[in-house]
């Protein structure tokens, strides 16, 4: 864990510097093991990460979020634990594979999920697509619990910045 991780939470100068970023790429993750289309083998999913997060950095992105966009359809809240182990090791991977600061987004809306990947993985950051108040996505009703984000942050990780959607997409 580097020694900015372990600082209290300020904005994103700590990963970015004065510099605002411009370009974050998306590394939507293929199935992870439990989803509906799962092909069975961590080490394609791991593969295809690296593959896309170096093209990206390559193409010039300022920093990359990994997503399991493959687990369609989503958890409205909470992960299973197998979505949140390979996420891990496949985010470390990432992080381990380019020089950009790496994110982290658990869907549909798992925070809590996402922000002990970060932990665990060395990434700088997370996506939160309803921080706060409620928002009527194809999952239904999702509310958002930045209550207990910010505490767990807190307590496991106060170096990771939150970017949180404002009326997100859905």
């Known amino acids: 864990m580097s ?5 209290p939470h300020r904005g994103v100068r700590h990963i970015w ?3 605002r970023p411009i370009i974050i790429g998306m590394v939507h993750l293929q199935p992870l093991p439990g989803a509906p289309r799962w092909g069975g083998s961590l080490d394609a999913v791991r593969g295809r990460a690296l593959a896309d997060a170096r093209a990206l950095e390559a193409g010039g992105v300022d920093g990359i979020l990994v997503e399991n966009f493959g687990d369609a359809p989503f958890y409205p809240a909470a992960v299973p634990p197998e979505t949140i182990a390979a996420m891990a090791t496949l985010t470390a991977d990432v992080v381990r594979a380019v020089g950009v600061p790496v994110g982290v987004n658990v869907l549909r809306n798992d925070a809590a999920a996402a922000l002990a990947v970060a ?3 060395g990434a700088r950051f997370i996506r939160v697509n309803v921080h706060a108040g409620a928002m009527l996505t194809d999952q239904g009703w999702i509310e958002g ?5 910010l505490r767990l942050r807190a307590r496991i990780a106060p170096g990771i910045a939150i970017a949180a959607d404002v009326l997100v997409k859905y």
């Open 119 to 121: 932990a665990a993985a």
């Open 17 to 19: 510097g004065d510099r």
């Open 3 to 7: 020694p900015d991780a372990l600082t």
């Open 145 to 149: 619990r930045a209550h207990e984000t």
